[in-house]
């Protein structure tokens, strides 16, 4: 008999989902990836979303760096990094940030400094939200895995 545990963490799991799809934090591409993964490679959206966020923090922090320069005035090079931030954004179903991306590259294509501050605020504090997030579901899904290994024996 499988732990009743393993049961609890699916709908743990599957509510944590359902407010990241109702919150408009992940979108369809998100289970898209979710049905790449198989037996063969039980880790792959963990592994997919760690490498999306190793590349998110750079380019995080390449966008602080470049607006933090007094003497800024590359908005082109802030685009691409934005380009890049949004693609990978979206490549994972990762809605919010991708959205949030779109608004600091239309304030970049306006040379609105003050407007690229603020949206590198909201896409710092998004991309935060989302990792959390992210972590915390991956945790329920180690846990839910090793529940299911567990079987407890029968009682007679």
């Known amino acids: 008999m499988l732990g009743l ?17 109702h919150q408009g ?7 898209q990836l979710q049905q790449l993964q198989d037996e063969s490679s039980p880790n792959f959206v963990s592994e997919v979303v760690n490498i999306y966020f190793h590349e998110s923090e750079k380019l995080l922090r390449n966008l602080r760096s470049l607006l933090m320069d007094r003497e800024f005035s590359d908005y082109k090079k802030m685009g691409i990094h934005l380009n890049q931030f949004m693609g990978s954004s979206s490549s994972i179903g990762a809605k ?5 991306c779109v608004a600091f590259r239309a304030a970049s294509e306006q040379n609105n400094r003050a407007g690229c501050l603020r949206a590198l605020e909201l896409l710092e504090h998004e991309y935060c939200f989302l990792k959390n997030k992210l972590h915390e579901l991956f945790q329920i899904e180690q846990q839910r895995v090793l529940a299911v290994g567990v079987r407890y024996p029968m009682q007679n």
């Open 25 to 31: 934090i992940l979108d369809e591409q998100y289970l």
């Open 96 to 100: 919010r940030v991708r959205n949030v």
């Open 5 to 21: 545990g393993a049961d609890r963490l699916r709908a743990d799991m599957n509510r944590l989902l359902a407010f990241l799809f």
